[in-house]
């Protein structure tokens, strides 16, 4: 059986009471998964002297051995060659239809999970629309209430302070709706030939310049790439917000964040590859496997969209995202772009 492996090819095998046995290779195209055991027959007419040890073994009486193995018809070589290529085919079919039929099971149930998760997102965004629209409505009156209620109160500093405290928590509930709704509804893109890095430096500008304490370098390494994409420039500007914002806020006070772009083969194409890493203690192994997956977090604040909604646009501009390979300190992820 061994040998059938090692060589691909159908063994014929003797052992000592002369019967012959077949192993014969399971193949899968041209890998070798195994072997297949046939025959216990005998290819030439026994010899009683051969039979007699294993006769005393089994305990049974050397006549009835004897005449059990005289009514054995040999059976030529050429045949059990014959049947060990029959056999050889008929295997290596019945392997290639059970690897179909179990590539076609997966494939269905991939897709029955992507339907019934498109429906529950379907269901979750019209309903999160409707929210966030009425929400701001709100949001907005109240705003002008607490403007109004400032001005009366500019001769009242403690006043003053908590109203400004305030209007900060609802500063953040709008983005928090704005960040809903921008996953909530459908992308309408725009694409125009854009460089990628000023669509990259103007959102790590807005960023920075909100930061309140700390330090924070942006490193480029682009080493004469061709930035130059079809892409949509808001939405873009959207992506590498995230991306940065994401690698800010687990650097710490002192962050390094590490832009790296390359040329990549991509889907027959010329592509880009960016990747975007900072100093932060790097991905767990959970925050790798649902690092995109909508309202997945491990911030005490934020809806977990950020990076769902970096992985819609991406895609829908033909693109791949996903976390990087773990090659050093910090997180990683990696953007892969086609040029046209």
Same mark, same amino acid.
């Given at each position: 059986?061994?040998?059938?492996?090692?060589?691909?090819?159908?063994?014929?095998?003797? %052992?000592?009471? %002369?019967?012959?046995?077949?192993?014969?290779?399971?193949?899968?195209?041209?890998?070798? #998964?195994?072997?297949?055991?046939?025959?216990?027959?005998?290819?030439?007419?026994?010899?009683?002297?051969?039979?007699?040890?294993?006769?005393?073994?089994?305990?049974?009486?050397?006549? +009835?051995?004897?005449?059990? /193995?005289?009514?054995?018809?040999?059976?030529?070589?050429?045949?059990?060659?014959?049947?060990?290529? #029959? &056999?050889?085919?008929?295997?290596?079919?019945?392997?290639?239809?059970?690897?179909? $039929?179990?590539?076609?099971?997966?494939?269905? +149930?991939? $897709?029955?999970?992507?339907?019934?998760?498109?429906?529950?997102? /379907?269901?979750?965004?019209?309903?999160?629309? *409707?929210?966030?629209?009425?929400?701001?409505? /709100?949001?907005?009156? =109240?705003?002008?209430?607490?403007?109004?209620?400032?001005?009366?109160?500019?001769?009242?500093?403690?006043?003053?302070?908590?109203?400004?405290?305030?209007?900060?928590?609802?500063?953040?509930?709008?983005?928090?709706?704005?960040?809903?709704?921008?996953?909530?509804?459908?992308?309408?893109?725009?694409?125009? &030939?854009?460089?990628?890095?000023?669509?990259?430096? $103007?959102?790590?500008?807005?960023?920075?310049?909100?930061?309140?304490?700390?330090?924070?370098?942006?490193?480029?390494?682009?080493? *004469?790439?061709?930035?130059?994409?079809?892409?949509?420039?808001?939405?873009?500007?959207?992506?590498?917000?995230?991306?940065?914002?994401?690698?800010?806020?687990? =650097? *710490?006070?002192?962050?390094?964040?590490?832009?790296?772009?390359?040329?990549?083969?991509? %889907?027959?194409?010329?592509?880009?590859?960016?990747?975007? !890493?900072?100093?932060?203690?790097?991905?767990? /192994? +959970?925050? !790798?496997?649902?690092?995109?997956?909508?309202?997945?977090? $491990?911030? =005490? !604040?934020?809806?977990?969209?950020?990076?769902?909604?970096?992985? !819609?646009?991406?895609?829908?501009?033909?693109?791949?995202? +996903?976390?990087?390979?773990? =090659? *050093?300190?910090?997180?990683?992820?990696?953007?892969?772009?086609?040029?046209?």
């Amino acid at each position: 059986m061994i040998d059938a492996v090692r060589t691909g090819n159908s063994v014929l095998v003797w %052992d000592r009471t %002369d019967l012959v046995h077949l192993a014969v290779p399971l193949m899968l195209g041209e890998q070798r #998964l195994g072997a297949l055991v046939a025959g216990q027959v005998f290819d030439r007419f026994p010899v009683r002297a051969q039979l007699e040890p294993v006769v005393e073994q089994l305990g049974c009486s050397s006549a +009835e051995a004897w005449g059990k /193995a005289l009514s054995q018809r040999p059976i030529p070589r050429t045949t059990l060659r014959m049947f060990g290529d #029959l &056999l050889a085919d008929l295997g290596s079919s019945l392997l290639r239809t059970r690897c179909q $039929t179990l590539m076609t099971e997966t494939k269905l +149930e991939e $897709t029955q999970k992507r339907l019934v998760q498109t429906e529950r997102l /379907a269901v979750i965004g019209q309903a999160l629309v *409707g929210l966030v629209h009425e929400s701001r409505n /709100a949001l907005q009156r =109240s705003q002008a209430g607490l403007a109004m209620l400032e001005w009366r109160l500019h001769d009242q500093p403690e006043a003053l302070d908590l109203v400004e405290r305030t209007q900060k928590a609802q500063d953040d509930l709008k983005h928090l709706f704005e960040e809903i709704r921008e996953f909530a509804a459908p992308l309408r893109l725009e694409p125009v &030939l854009c460089n990628l890095s000023e669509i990259w430096r $103007t959102a790590w500008s807005d960023l920075t310049s909100l930061r309140e304490e700390g330090q924070a370098e942006l490193h480029e390494e682009i080493a *004469g790439v061709d930035l130059k994409c079809l892409v949509s420039p808001f939405h873009f500007k959207q992506v590498f917000r995230n991306l940065l914002d994401n690698a800010l806020s687990v =650097s *710490g006070a002192n962050a390094q964040v590490t832009i790296q772009c390359s040329t990549f083969g991509f %889907d027959g194409q010329k592509g880009i590859r960016i990747a975007v !890493r900072d100093n932060g203690p790097g991905f767990s /192994a +959970e925050q !790798r496997q649902k690092a995109f997956e909508p309202f997945y977090t $491990t911030k =005490s !604040r934020g809806t977990g969209l950020g990076l769902a909604i970096c992985k !819609r646009i991406v895609e829908a501009h033909g693109g791949r995202i +996903e976390v990087g390979a773990e =090659s *050093g300190p910090g997180g990683e992820i990696v953007l892969t772009l086609s040029h046209s």
